[in-house]
């Protein structure tokens, strides 16, 4: 499936249209419109993967849609949408060594590994920006060739197969990777203890530090982000993809470009200030 893109001019047009639905913006001038982000939690059940988009204006950030059951159709929709930044919980890839050793393997030519079986495996299931996740003390990402996150994968990888171009995985362009959990920690929010059901006063504290540190507009979305924990995590997600779309995300250094465009980059970001995401880039 090809992507067709409109002109600057035009989709920001789109954009101020769209905004003049909402009572609340329904004076929204064509340059009070800044960007448009998308966050997707990804999941391999397509009633636990949800969406959600926000409308970035000149002071203010609004949640303007969230599908809470998205299936492969629907999501193939949602990243073909004609936004500035994608972000997707999910890895983008798989890292090089455990790709070698699978071929290697195949072709029964795998060797004896000359370092410690611990190191060595480590290198087939953490890729380097899982490795510097970890260095950050921002979590340990889900091993996508050793976990059952490899099951969210395989599906997004189905599913960016009709991309053309093809997602370059470092995130230089629209989609971008992010992990929810490091990203909140950053901005000093619970990284853990706010998924199932039980956690709702978890994913209620969360919503309120938004709120303070935005003044975000759920749009009426409110009540359905502290219900599921799915949702909350496609908000977070739009949230990078904003950091992402500015500048304001961990890159990959020179050294680490080459490997991030084959297993993938998670994108955290830079600053504790969560209110940055509001000043223009």
């Known amino acids: 499936m090809g992507l067709a893109f409109a002109s600057p001019i035009d989709s920001r047009s789109t954009r101020v249209q769209r905004a003049s639905q909402w009572p609340a913006f329904a004076h929204v001038a064509l340059h009070d419109v800044c960007m448009e982000t998308i966050g997707i939690d990804m999941a391999a059940d397509p009633k636990n993967t949800a969406a959600a988009q926000l409308l970035w204006l000149d002071g203010g950030v609004r949640v303007i849609e969230v ?31 455990f790709v070698d050793f699978v071929v290697a393997h195949r072709e029964q030519q795998l060797r004896r590994p000359e370092v410690e079986p611990e190191k060595w495996r480590r290198t087939l299931t953490l890729r380097e920006t899982d490795m510097e996740i970890v260095k950050a003390q921002l979590g340990t990402p889900l091993s996508v060739s050793a976990d059952r996150i490899a099951h969210p994968t395989l599906r997004l990888a189905s ?43 978890a994913r209620r504290h969360i919503v309120n530090g938004l709120n303070d540190a935005l003044s975000l507009d759920w749009g009426g979305h409110e009540d359905i982000a502290v219900t599921s924990d799915h949702v909350m995590d496609a908000v977070i997600c739009a949230l990078v993809a904003r950091a992402a779309a500015t500048g304001r995300t961990t890159r990959p250094e020179s050294l680490q470009k080459e490997q991030a465009l084959r297993e993938g980059w998670i994108h955290v970001p830079t600053s504790e200030d969560l209110s940055t995401l509001s000043a223009d880039a």
């Open 159 to 201: 599913v960016l197969s009709r991309r053309r171009p093809a997602v370059r995985r470092d995130g230089s362009d629209v989609v971008v990777e992010v992990y929810p959990a490091a990203a909140l920690k950053k901005w000093q929010l619970p990284g853990t203890g706010y998924k199932g059901p039980k956690a709702v006063d």
């Open 67 to 97: 599908c809470s059951r998205t299936g492969d159709e629907e999501l193939a929709a949602w990243l073909d949408r004609d936004v500035d930044k994608i972000g997707v919980d999910c890895p983008l890839g798989w890292p090089d060594a």
